[in-house]
């Protein structure tokens, strides 16, 4: 896994999911709610921006082929 700063691509609360972009990763980055590091409500909007961490996930989720984790605003 690697670090790497970035935006809010788009985010569903309803979902619980959403995507994160970039210019250090190839594609947009899968990103779970449970994977926020934030107190209380975990929300993000488009274009808020973000420090991750980020690893392949070549089987893919829902068309993403990384995931991130510990995805912290700044």
Request: charged fraction near 30%; aromatic fraction near 14%.
């Amino acid at each position: 896994m690697r670090n790497v700063e970035g935006e809010c691509a788009w985010r569903s609360d309803e979902d619980g999911w959403g995507a994160l972009r970039s210019d250090d990763v190839a594609s947009e980055v899968f990103a779970h709610f449970a994977n926020l590091s934030m107190a209380g409500f975990h929300r993000l909007r488009p274009g808020d921006r973000v420090r991750f961490d980020v690893e392949p996930y070549p089987p893919g989720q829902d068309g993403y082929f990384f995931r991130a984790h510990d995805v912290t605003p700044f």
